[in-house]
């Protein structure tokens, strides 16, 4: 999506898009208890606020999208990484369901989660057996010429000693063709070694790079399809009602809807924690500035929040 604006930009789009949801007051209400707003400089030389209520609405804001996908994917490679270092190995698999370009999302929702609910109950045992720890599961939805297109990505971690993967990914997908129509065969890959280290590498690019990456952060995607925030781009590009449609249509079926699914083995196993927490933790050599409520609203009501961000991180 090379001509996707920033999620700042996209996030006051869908503020004015949704007023009265969550979303409207992220990054703009002081958080509960705070007097104040905190100017801190990030790792990567940026600055950026604390002391702001953050939704935590992967779905519809733009900007915790990114942040909440950019944390999951870190959780997901370190589990990766620790798993492959003990010899363990990981399937990479995608799975779809038949759909029409006049279907509701709700509806192809409830096909696929339903589809999935039959699958899981025994594909890991009949077709992994006692090799199977369990699976990070990831929905993601695009909207395409076929209408909604949602889909699960999973990765499957896989104990050491199961001699040959191969028959195992063929065994997976000849599953899911059984359960979901005969048309419709699962993509499943064995996830390569130095996968775990390009995730490090590309984990803040827009190139799909190793496994974690691709589950787990919007901005590595390259859909057939427009995702949520292409829509919202070519909402405010063309103002079309058909768009604007689309995005209330998405907005409305998957609230309440996991983003990510971690099997309890795994969390217990890789101490999976919520990546909302801890949002605001920083030290007092990353306070570049304070401001006060009355000055944090003068700021809003001018709208210059982002051009004191920008100036700021040019400033050493």
Sequence with gaps: MPDVPCPSYLHRLARALMPRERLAACGVALRYGASGVVVRRLPGGRAAYSGLYRCGDFWRCPSCRVTLGIRRARQIETALRRHVDAGGSALLATYTVPHTRDESLLVVLARLADTWRRYARHAWRDCVGAYYIGNVRALEVVHGVSGWHPHYHALLFISSGLPYLTPVCVALSERWSEVAGADWRADVRQVAHDGVAAVARYLTTDGVAGASYEVASPAAKVPAGRSYVQILWDYARYRSSADA????????????????????????????????????????????????????????????ERNLLDDLSRSW
């Design 245 to 304: 449609a689309l995005v209330y249509e998405y907005a409305s079926a998957l609230h309440g809807v996991h983003h990510l699914t971690i099997s309890p083995r795994l969390r217990r196993l890789y101490d999976f924690t919520d990546p909302a927490s801890g949002w605001d933790e920083i030290s007092d050599d990353d306070v570049l500035a304070l401001l006060n409520s009355g000055e944090w609203l003068s700021i809003l009501n001018a709208g210059e």
